[in-house]
């Protein structure tokens, strides 16, 4: 199975910039399909971004288009998060996650996850 550990987060001013990386091990990332989600204290965890295996299509939540960035490079088993004009309400932890199925929304459909990075931003 597919080991994933992310990497970036940290406490940032609103308006600044990030990029969130997912490094894979264990299996080839490119046999994935991989997820972006984020989880506040005290609410679920939503999704963010979503990218295809092979590049072909993303997704992002409606209420952070337009500002996030989801990418990644198979030859480095690399997937990445860009997150620009940040706001406090980006605060929270961001995980990243793969799935063999077709490319997802929803938590469930995720069979592996990282342990998360944190992104806090103050005003």
């Known amino acids: 199975q597919v080991q994933l550990v992310e990497s970036g987060g940290g406490l940032l001013q609103a308006g600044g910039s990030l990029s969130l990386s997912c490094a894979a091990s264990g299996r080839t990332l490119s046999n994935y399909h991989m997820g972006w989600f984020r989880q506040a204290p005290g609410k679920d965890r939503e999704f963010v971004a979503a990218?295809?295996?092979?590049?072909?299509?993303?997704a992002c939540a409606d209420s952070v288009k337009g500002r996030f960035t989801v990418s990644r490079d198979n030859a480095k088993n690399t997937a990445y998060l860009q997150i620009r004009s940040l706001k406090p309400e980006d605060t929270a932890v961001y995980y990243c996650?793969?799935?063999?199925?077709?490319?997802?929304?929803?938590?469930?459909?995720?069979?592996?996850w990282g342990q998360g990075t944190q992104v806090t931003v103050s005003s």
């Open positions: 990218i295809t295996r092979s590049v072909i299509s993303t």
């Open positions: 996650a793969a799935t063999f199925r077709s490319i997802a929304t929803t938590v469930e459909a995720y069979n592996y």
